[in-house]
T-cell receptor
Framework: GAVVSQHPSRVICKSGTSVKIECRSL??????MFWYRQFPKQSLMLMAT?????????EQGVEKDKFLINHASLTLSTLTVTSAHPEDSSFYIC??????????FGEGSRLTVL | QQQVKQSPQSLIVQKGGISIINCAYE??????FPWYQQFPGKGPALLIA?????SEKKEGRFTISFNKSAKQFSLHIMDSQPGDSATYFC????????????FGTGTRLQVTL
């Protein structure tokens, strides 16, 4: 299947700092990428839809000023958690859609805010 | 409102047995039904997917059965192995509207020796 790379896989930061997570589709172009958040032993919660060349669409209850999404190219989307706090600690996962409509996920990024 | 209901929440199967996980959906616009396998600390991996034009799809030991009229689909894992122990998520999407996946709540599968 298609490969989606996510970086970093783990990040620890101090409260109040910002953290950027990258999501890359390595062997295909993705006009649409998605960002999810997953709490322990729970399902994935869609945060936002990232569209190349336009503003991201956020799900209800997700603060767009807190979670900045940029889809700068057909192979790269970034999620920046601004002014991170301990409650933002979570597992963040991106997915990218192929031209056939299949969705492939990255390996996830574990964020720990101290 | 949960649009994809998944059961059971957890499942223990002996090695060599058949693991069966069921999902039901509500939105008749859904036309793409993938299953994902997730190991702890990893992202979900696409296992197998089906579209409504077929009632069954098989890939190796994994089979999806799809019942459009009942709005249900299931994953069967034949000859289950300890390496299959993971969390499985069903999902559904309306590919006509940006393919946003709606996930089931997940099934934690444990395959014992």
């Amino acid at each position: 299947g298609a490969v989606v790379s996510q970086h970093p896989s783990r990040v620890i930061c101090k409260s109040g700092t910002s953290v950027k997570i990258e999501c890359r589709s390595l062997d295909f172009q993705a006009t649409t990428m998605f960002w999810y958040r997953q709490f322990p032993k729970q399902s994935l919660m869609l945060m936002a839809t990232s569209n190349e060349g336009s503003k991201a669409t956020y799900e209800q209850g997700v603060e767009k000023d807190k979670f900045l999404i940029n889809h700068a190219s057909l192979t790269l989307s970034t999620l920046t958690v601004t002014s991170a706090h301990p409650e933002d600690s979570s597992f963040y996962i991106c997915s990218a859609r192929t031209s056939h409509g299949e969705l492939f996920f990255g390996e996830g990024s574990r964020l720990t805010v101290l | 409102q949960q649009q994809v209901k998944q059961s059971p929440q957890s499942l223990i199967v002996q090695k060599g047995g058949i693991s069966i996980i069921n999902c039901a959906y509500e939105n008749t616009a859904f036309d793409y039904f993938p299953w994902y396998q997730q190991f702890p600390g990893k992202g979900p991996a696409l296992l197998i997917a089906i579209r409504p034009d077929v009632s069954e799809k098989k890939e190796g030991r994994f089979t999806i059965s799809f019942n459009k009229s009942a709005k249900q689909f299931s994953l069967h894992i034949m000859d289950s192995q300890p390496g299959d122990s993971a969390t499985y998520f069903c999902a559904a999407a309306d590919t006509g509207t940006a393919s946003k996946l709606t996930f089931g709540t997940g099934t934690r599968l444990q395959v014992t020796l």
